[in-house]
């Protein structure tokens, strides 16, 4: 539970990265209407702290590249990359519905739902106060939306990247199967990689570590998580050099 005692947020910028699974809810597909607005109350919030917010979305709540078994691995890939934009427009909605400025930013074009990822463009709608969504992941196959965080997050110099999951932190192996799992309040990108831990994929930790982007993992499931992050609380697992 968060409990107020900063007056002041410890980030400015922060790129959010959810999964497409995290707005489904327990349905497990679609949408949780329930969860867009939670999303959206929390994402006004820090905004209004000052917080400047990017978000990138995954897309597994509707479809994921790797599920297209016998299929080319591309087109596959790029089937996932329009469930993002979906679920960036889903989001976008439920936020301009309670009078939040967004823009949806999209790796692959289509103009007529979303402007073309812009790096100058996206950094000055931040500036504005509006918030960005990251849709299409990278724009190419083979690459997950892990890897869009991290690299938007180098290319908008984000202080740190929030990963907000179904599960509340980085555990030495997974506390679903093993109920002697050990939480990690503290861990290097290396100590990630070399673990084979799969909070993020490979290449996401190894462009964090080369950038020294710090990855911020916590539970999505708890109320004000994500304003407790931004506000220094003491949350799930941090990720940074040794």
Not at 143 to 160: G, H, K, N, Y
Not at 213 to 232: D, E, H, R, T, Y
Request: aromatic share 6%.
């Amino acid at each position: 539970m968060y409990v107020e005692n900063r007056k002041s947020p410890i980030y400015k910028r922060v790129v959010l990265k959810l999964s497409g699974e995290a707005l489904a809810g327990e349905q497990g597909h679609g949408f949780d209407y329930t969860i867009l607005n939670k999303l959206a109350d929390e994402l006004i919030e820090i905004n209004e702290l000052g917080v400047q917010a990017a978000i990138v979305v995954g897309g597994g709540n509707i479809w994921r590249g790797r599920n297209g078994i016998g299929m080319d691995r591309s087109t596959a890939d790029y089937m996932g990359m329009l469930a993002t934009v979906i679920n960036a427009l889903a989001l976008q909605d439920a936020l301009e519905n309670k009078g939040m400025q967004t823009r949806v930013q999209s790796a692959i074009e289509m103009r007529q739902v979303a402007e073309p990822y812009i790096r100058r463009r996206a950094i000055r709608h931040l500036e504005k106060n509006r918030v960005v969504i990251f849709a299409g992941g990278t724009g190419n196959p083979f690459f997950s939306t892990d890897t869009t965080a991290a690299l938007r997050a180098a290319e908008i110099e984000a202080e740190v990247i929030l990963l907000a999951k179904n599960i509340d932190a980085v555990y030495d192996d997974d506390p679903r199967i093993n109920p002697n799992a050990k939480k990690l309040d503290n861990i290097s990108y290396i100590d990630v990689i070399n673990q084979g831990l799969t909070v993020m994929d490979t290449t996401a930790v190894t462009l964090c570590m080369e950038n020294r982007i710090p990855i911020q993992v916590f539970g999505l499931s708890k109320q004000q998580n994500i304003k407790a992050a931004v506000m220094g609380e003491k949350l799930g697992t941090i990720i940074k050099e040794e």
